[in-house]
Structures are given as structure tokens and as C-alpha cells.
């Protein structure tokens, strides 16, 4: 089994930061891109960023200047450096890699469960 393990949410004021994490664990073979969603209340899931297997980051433009995507592929883990924090960052953030679990196995999607971020006024 392969499960994902978010941490580093929390609370923090306006203009604040934060670096969560997420860690695959389990029967992983190999693992692709990851990236990082979120869904505040009241509003669709979105993405956040994504990053690559070499390390090519893709962001969404609200994020853009103040969020950084990063990995360690020894660890199988992708962090997201959370700098000059709104509220409107405010939201559940998950996880997503795209991992196999055998050498001849195909890739799928597998989330953690997700880490709050609250951004206070």
C-alpha cells in the first residue's frame, strides 16, 4: 500500500509562513510528478503546484512570487515553502503523487488526507 502523510499546517497572522510537508510511504517503486491542492470553504478544489520528477515546477497564478514547490526524491517527499500568507490561502491543503507501485505496474494518483492553513486577519 502506498499512503501519504501531510504535516506543517497550522495558524498564522496575515503576511506569515508556512512549510508543509507530505511523505509517501509504503510499496513505491517509483513516483512521478507531485503536487499540492486545496479547497477552502465554500469553493472548488484548486490546484496549488505541481512539480515534476527532475524538478519543473508549475503554479498557480494566485500563488505565484510567494508559494515554492520543492522535493526530495530520497525521502519521497514534496514540501511547499508558504511565504506572505493571506487570508485567502486559508484552505485544506492535500497532497498528490503520482506513484507505482511495482516495476510493471502502471501510475496512480494516490492523496493524503490533508493539512489545515489558516490565515488570520
Known amino acids: 500500500q502506498v499512503q501519504l502523510v501531510e504535516s506543517g499546517g497550522g495558524l498564522v497572522q496575515l503576511g506569515g509562513s508556512l512549510r508543509p510537508s507530505c511523505a509517501a510511504s509504503g510499496s513505491i517503486f517509483s513516483i512521478g510528478s507531485m503536487g499540492w491542492y486545496r479547497q477552502a470553504l465554500g469553493k472548488e478544489r484548486e490546484l496549488v503546484a505541481t512539480?515534476?520528477?527532475?524538478?519543473?515546477?508549475n503554479y498557480a497564478d494566485s500563488v505565484k512570487g510567494r508559494f515554492t514547490i520543492s522535493r526530495d526524491n530520497a525521502k519521497n517527499t514534496v514540501y511547499l515553502q508558504m511565504d506572505n500568507l493571506k487570508p485567502e490561502d486559508t484552505a485544506i491543503y492535500c497532497c498528490k503523487i503520482e506513484a507505482s507501485r511495482y516495476w510493471t505496474g502502471s501510475m496512480n494518483d494516490y492523496w493524503g488526507q490533508g493539512t489545515q492553513v489558516t490565515v488570520s486577519s
Open positions: 512539480i515534476a520528477s527532475r524538478g519543473k515546477p
